[in-house]
């Protein structure tokens, strides 16, 4: 069964950093679509960056020069390098794990096959 689990989040202060983990277990890292999403509260969930099976990525414009998505395929694990950090990054932060097809596609965060149970991030100012 494919199980995603994340892990790093925690309390920083504004221009601090923090590395998310997404544990994948059930299909190998190297061959699926694999993004980032968050939510803050009372928003909806926005989509922060994907990796294709190639290793592709494409960043929200809010994240883009900030944010690094990776994947390890010895351990099996997406990555989410986050740097500068801004109160607004606050959030639940999920790794999903997305129909590899639609990966490049504007529409990808619909296709979502896969939720991970989150890992909260909270920046302070």
């Known amino acids: 069964q494919v199980q995603l689990v994340e892990s790093g989040g925690g309390s920083v202060q504004a221009g601090g950093s923090l590395r998310l983990s997404c544990e994948v277990s059930?299909?190998?890292?190297?061959?699926?679509?694999l993004g980032w999403f968050r939510q803050a509260q009372g928003r909806g969930r926005e989509g922060v960056a994907r990796i294709d099976a190639i290793g592709r990525t494409i960043y929200a414009d809010s994240v883009k020069g900030r944010f690094t998505i990776s994947k390890v395929s010895t351990n099996n694990t997406l990555y989410l390098q986050m740097n500068s950090l801004k109160p607004e990054d606050s959030a639940m932060y999920y790794c999903?794990?997305?129909?590899?097809?639609?990966?490049?596609?504007?529409?990808?965060?619909?296709?979502?096959?896969?939720w991970g149970h989150g890992t909260q991030v909270t920046v302070s100012s």
């Open positions: 999903a794990a997305v129909n590899s097809f639609f990966c490049n596609a504007d529409s990808w965060y619909k296709f979502v096959e896969r």
């Open positions: 059930g299909y190998p890292v190297s061959s699926y679509c």
